[in-house]
């Protein structure tokens, strides 16, 4: 992976520098001045110089095509400089007397007589180094962040090079004024410059009108939403039990935030096409790349252990029959994803994400990278891997459910799972790129305080945004009603527990809704549980991780030696993590475990991404 | 217009014979009395009342856009009998206008200050006390004043509040004043700012004319006080912390009482640091108008200003009678506290009865800038009420020419 730093084009346009000084000089004059500034502070001359800053990548937490989010370290001893033109007062016991209450003032009769002179201030040799955060998103623009005072020393010319009192004193509030600026008001610049920069998506971003023809990137991300919400809508239409309205009410907002009308049209005859059986599935472009990046991150927290205890599914179980309600439902749904590993992913995996513990971040962050080399390996799969990717998938939803429950077995949670859990997780995703949304955009002011939470969220919370705009894409695969309906039963068959009975109500009734959700969902993954079942023994026992996965796929039955000890050694890690977990969760109530699944299912978005390719 | 407070102060330098004309600090006071007076802006009130001779109380209460006020109390251990209600005080006393300077008087003897009793000595200095707290702002302000000797004075004054550096500020000033020259030396904590200022009378010594002029007083004829007064100052200060000063140098030539022709006032003062001039003119034409006029330039950016302004008294237009009466009134009344020049100018009639005299009923003063920006105030009486209303307006701006506008109601019993 490389990447191309082009300095000298930025400089080249011929308007950049008008614009920059602009900014500049607002930016100079917003605050209140010292009183020895006596004039507005005018930027007349900025030159960023022919030497780049030298960067060093720290991390990159998301990588995309119109998303970027790392951290640098710059370095920077280069001729840019800049001149600055104002009036100030020269007489130090005026600008004094003028802070100063009159009532014990000296009052001077002509000692503090002004004296006001134009000073032109040039600064060069600029010496920075400091930490910058980089967030880019096509739609929200640059967000550059210093997270420490990256000012070192720079050289402050003025008229008054020949006093040394003043040069002084010039010296030390310049410094003070540059190194306010470089800490609040540069991101502010370079954000609305960035913002002009793609001025379209800035349009409309600020006006939250529905754009007809948005760029298609845009769309494929706005997909995911609304998606979601539509998903969501019907499940609150046909469920009698009904669900939380809080993320339908985050869809709602979202929806007008960024979608476009032409996208809304796709997506709802994407949905009817699900829904009435059409083999019209309208294509959207650049699906396909997303749900890969997706499938990527997905794979980072999964190795599940292959030890996998009934503990809880017998609690989840007993939620079902208790309840079978939709959160009793998905919650067993969940459970099943988590010991089969099979289909069940796409309800498990958001769960993955939502539920994700600030412990468990870190370690993403740290697999993210690495899973996006083997991802792209893997990009040239067969269709065959790309199903055992989105088992993969599957399967690390499922590790995250295992902490909750474990030992549940798939077989019944397949045929429930689709229908309930599907619209719940997007609709989480959905509120999970709003947060996105507003992470961006309040990341400058944020970033300096809480630099480690940021940072650790960060990457969370792109993932699980790009999660859901994969599934978006992606479900337009057509799996029609008896599909899901069919893949469901073999899984049951292949793998029936102790407990199938009781969960078979439960399933009967959800399957017999006619939630187009699901279906989509439920088509792709149905149709891969045949190859996958045999698989589903294999991974219960084996920790899989994504990357590990896509070459089990392939050679299943020969997995390298480093790569055992790996997944052994991730095995362990999950064991010991589970365990924690059990401990944590006895405490806790049935009744808030139920809720926390709920919505952690209601966060989990579609495997089934590579089918649709 | 006055604070009652400042009036106060006022009558207790005149009841402890100090003179604060005889300073650096005021060598322009009559410009800057006729040309930066403040006009007032919103509504403002004040209640005051010196409730015994030695204690008095004001309150204020200000409306702009938020109401805001101020209470203060002053102490004066010497009976301030030459205070007067807002009734009864003399316009000329109330408003700051053109400065009529005296002539030099010789300071007392220190030991005419001593009172002895029964072998021990029992008399006190004067001193004053005085605070004032803003209410909203939350402001302290304090001043002790004290004769120390009839040579010298202390004055500390102290502003507290949360949000200047370091809580507030303390200047201590002393002051001493020889009638031919005064000295000044301060001391502020803001910035550690030490200061000194020194005003030189040329000419007439009083302390050496002093077996003279008591022979010569009623005469008036002494060739020494016809003519002005020529005085020059400097001022140097320092700050300690930033490390920085500043300096300035000043000339005033006034006319005394003792001057038949028109009353004038030059003064020029020279920043030789930051090279900035200032000279300023004022001279009163009749008996009610004083025009002034002041240049500022300076010779290292060429920036100058030209300001002009004029005071325009306005009188009852009284009967012959009256003005005689109350003109004979006043002469048997002895001109109590403010007219010491009566005693000792018996030929100058007309100007002193005029002083002495109150038919003043209101004073109009006006400015103008380069800028054209006028400064209008009317200050006078109604009844009990002292008023003072004032503008200013900015003729650059044609669609919104009025800038402020406001009036200041005093009360004072």
């Known amino acids: 992976m490389a990447f191309n730093f082009n300095w000298s084009p930025l400089t080249a346009d011929p308007e950049f520098y008008s614009r920059a000084r602009d900014l500049l000089t607002a930016a100079l004059n917003k605050s209140p001045k010292p009183p020895i500034i006596v004039a507005d502070i005018l930027v007349t001359e900025l030159n960023l110089g022919t030497t780049p800053p030298d960067l060093e990548i720290l991390e990159i937490g998301d990588l995309a095509d119109d998303r970027f989010r790392g951290i640098f370290k710059m370095e920077y001893s280069g001729d840019a400089f800049l001149t600055l033109q104002t009036k100030v007062q020269a007489n130090p016991l005026n600008t004094h007397l003028s802070t100063a209450p009159s009532f014990t003032s000296p009052q001077p009769l002509a000692a503090s007589s002004p004296l006001t002179i134009p000073l032109q201030i040039t600064l060069s040799d600029f010496r920075l180094s400091g930490f910058v955060i980089l967030v880019f998103s096509k739609a929200k623009g640059i967000t550059l962040v210093f997270r420490n005072d990256p000012l070192e020393s720079l050289v402050v010319s003025s008229t008054f090079d020949s006093i040394p009192f003043i040069k002084d004193y010039l010296q030390k509030e310049i410094e003070k004024q540059l190194r306010n600026l470089f800490q609040e008001e540069l991101p502010a610049i370079i954000h609305r410059l960035s913002l002009r920069w793609w001025g379209q998506d800035y349009d409309s971003a600020s006006s939250n009108t529905l754009r007809p023809q948005p760029m298609p990137q845009s769309s494929t991300f706005n997909s995911g939403p609304s998606l979601s919400n539509k998903s969501s809508l019907e499940n609150l239409n046909e469920q009698p039990e009904g669900r939380p309205h809080d993320s339908f009410s985050f869809n709602n907002d979202l929806e007008s935030d960024t979608l476009s009308s032409k996208s809304l049209l796709r997506l709802a005859t994407l949905t009817d096409s699900q829904r009435t059986l059409s083999l019209f599935t309208p294509s959207i472009r650049d699906a396909i790349y997303r749900a890969w990046a997706v499938a990527g991150d997905r794979s980072d927290p999964t190795s599940t252990p292959s030890s996998t205890n009934g503990t809880h599914s017998s609690t989840t179980y007993s939620l079902d029959s208790t309840a079978p309600a939709r959160p009793g439902l998905v919650a067993m749904a969940s459970s099943l994803s988590v010991s089969s590993s099979s289909g069940l992913g796409p309800n498990g995996r958001p769960v993955t994400r939502s539920s994700a513990l600030g412990k468990k971040k870190k370690t993403r962050v740290v697999n993210l990278r690495r899973k996006k080399d083997t991802t792209q390996s893997s990009d040239a799969d067969t269709s065959s891997v790309t199903g055992s990717e989105s088992i993969t998938s599957s399967m690390e939803v499922g590790y995250e459910e295992k902490e909750h429950h474990h030992g549940s077995e798939a077989s019944e949670a397949s045929s429930s799972i689709p229908e309930i859990s599907i619209p719940p997780p997007l609709a989480a995703d959905a509120r999970r790129s709003g947060e996105y949304v507003d992470v961006s955009v309040s990341s400058p002011l944020r970033s300096p305080t809480g630099r480690e939470p940021f940072l650790a969220n960060r990457p969370h919370h792109h993932a699980a945004s790009d999660a859901k705009i994969p599934a978006a894409p992606a479900t337009p695969s057509p799996p029609p009603l008896p599909a899901q309906t069919q893949p469901q039963q073999p899984q049951h068959i292949s793998f029936p527990t102790e407990k199938d009975g009781s969960l078979f109500p439960a399933s009967d009734e959800y399957s017999g809704e006619p939630s187009a959700p699901i279906s989509l969902f439920s088509g792709p993954y149905s149709q891969l549980s045949p190859q996958l079942s045999p698989m589903q023994h294999g991974g219960s026992s084996v920790p899989m991780e994504n990357p590990f996965v896509d070459s089990r796929g392939r050679t299943a039955s020969s997995g390298g030696i480093a790569e055992k000890a790996w997944m052994m050694k991730m095995a362990g890690e999950m064991a010991r993590r589970w365990a924690e977990e059990r401990v944590r969760r006895e405490k806790a109530e049935e009744l808030l475990e139920e809720r926390d699944r709920r919505r952690r299912n209601g966060s989990s978005p579609p495997p089934a991404y590579k089918l649709q390719e | ?413």
Not at chain 2, 45 to 51: A, E, Q
Not at chain 2, 179 to 199: C, N, P, Q
Not at chain 2, 225 to 234: E, L, P, Q, V
């Open chain 2, 1 to 413: 217009m006055l604070g009652f407070m400042d009036y106060v102060q006022k009558c207790f330098y005149r009841a402890s014979k100090w003179d604060e004309d005889n300073s650096y600090a005021n060598l322009n006071a009559t410009a800057r009395a006729l040309l930066d007076f403040p006009t007032p802006k919103g509504l403002k009130m004040n209640l005051s009342s010196l409730s015994s001779p030695n204690f008095a109380t004001s309150y204020s209460m200000a409306s702009l856009g938020v109401v805001d006020g101020s209470v203060s109390y002053l102490y004066s251990s010497r009976p301030l009998d030459n205070a007067l209600n807002s009734g009864d005080v003399q316009l000329k006393d109330a408003v700051s206008g053109y400065r009529d300077l005296r002539e030099i008087m010789k300071p007392d003897d220190p030991r005419d200050w001593e009172i002895w009793k029964g072998g021990v000595r029992v008399d006190r200095r004067d001193t004053l006390l005085y605070g004032r707290m803003y209410l909203p702002a939350s402001t302290l302000e304090a001043l002790y004043l004290r004769r120390l000797a009839p040579t010298r004075q202390l004055k500390i004054s102290a502003v507290s509040n949360s949000r200047l550096p370091n809580g507030g500020t303390i200047l201590a000033l002393l002051q001493q004043d020889n009638g031919k020259w005064s000295t000044e030396y301060l001391y502020s904590t803001d910035v550690a700012l030490i200061g000194m200022r020194g005003l030189y009378n040329f000419g007439f010594d009083p302390r050496k004319a002093l077996p003279r002029s008591t022979t010569a007083t009623t005469t008036a004829l002494d060739p020494r006080k016809i003519a002005g007064r020529f005085s020059a100052g400097a001022e140097v200060y320092y700050g300690i912390l930033n490390k920085s000063g500043g300096m300035s140098t000043g000339f005033r030539y006034t006319t005394l009482p003792s001057n038949v022709g028109s009353p004038l006032t030059v003064t020029l003062t020279v920043n030789p640091l930051m090279g900035h001039f200032q000279a300023s003119y004022a001279v009163k034409a009749g008996e009610g108008a004083v025009f002034c006029s002041r240049y500022d330039f300076n010779i290292y950016s060429y920036e100058s200003d030209l300001v002009l302004g004029c005071e325009l008294w306005r009188r009852k237009q009284g009967d012959d009678t009256a003005a005689a009466a109350d003109a004979s009134a006043a002469a048997a009344s002895g001109m109590s506290a403010g007219n010491i020049d009566q005693t000792w100018q018996p030929e100058t009639t007309s100007f002193s009865r005029e002083g002495a005299r109150d038919d003043v009923t209101g004073v109009l003063k006006a400015r103008i800038t380069q800028n054209y920006n006028i400064g209008l105030l009317w200050e006078g009486r109604y009844k009990q009420l002292l008023f003072s209303l004032g503008s200013n307006i900015d003729l650059k701006r044609r669609e919104q020419p009025f800038r402020t506008v406001g009036i200041e109601i005093q009360y004072n019993s």
